[in-house]
Nanobody, 127 residues
Framework: QVQMVESGGGLVQAGGSLRLSCVSSGLTFSRAAMGWFRQAPGKEREVVCAMSWSGSSTYYADSVKGRFTISRDNAKNTVYLQMNSLRPEDTADYYC????????????????????WGQGTQVTVSS
């Protein structure tokens, strides 16, 4: 049974930082492309960033480029999202997602390309 658990969300002032973590179990994490998505109230879920399982390929949405960083620690089955210079518009529920694939350098940007999801963690940025 696959489980993915996010943590690290919370309330932060604009300009602040948070680091989200997502610990996975029950899947071959070292062969899983990972993604972070977010969904704000009344809006559709959108991709924030993604990483191949090799770690060599990454994608960032334009809205977070230069402020957010995705990383992974395969020894800990964990993917991270470092969020700096947070803005009120970053307020959302954040979800990690995984897809086990044979493609080492491929990331995925579409939510329907992922097989496993965490339950989400809430991030609120106050102005």
């Amino acid at each position: 049974q696959v489980q993915m658990v996010e943590s690290g969300g919370g309330l932060v002032q604009a300009g602040g930082s948070l680091r989200l973590s997502c610990v996975s179990s029950g899947l071959t994490f070292s062969r899983a492309a990972m993604g972070w998505f977010r969904q704000a109230p009344g809006k559709e879920r959108e991709v924030v960033c993604a990483m191949s399982w090799s770690g060599s390929s990454t994608y960032y949405a334009d809205s977070v480029k230069g402020r957010f960083t995705i990383s992974r620690d395969n020894a800990k089955n964990t993917v991270y999202l470092q969020m700096n210079s947070l803005r009120p518009e970053d307020t959302a529920d954040y979800y990690c997602a995984a897809r086990v694939t044979v493609r080492s350098n491929t990331y995925y940007r579409g939510q329907f390309e992922y097989d496993y999801w965490g339950q989400g963690t809430q991030v609120t940025v106050s102005s």
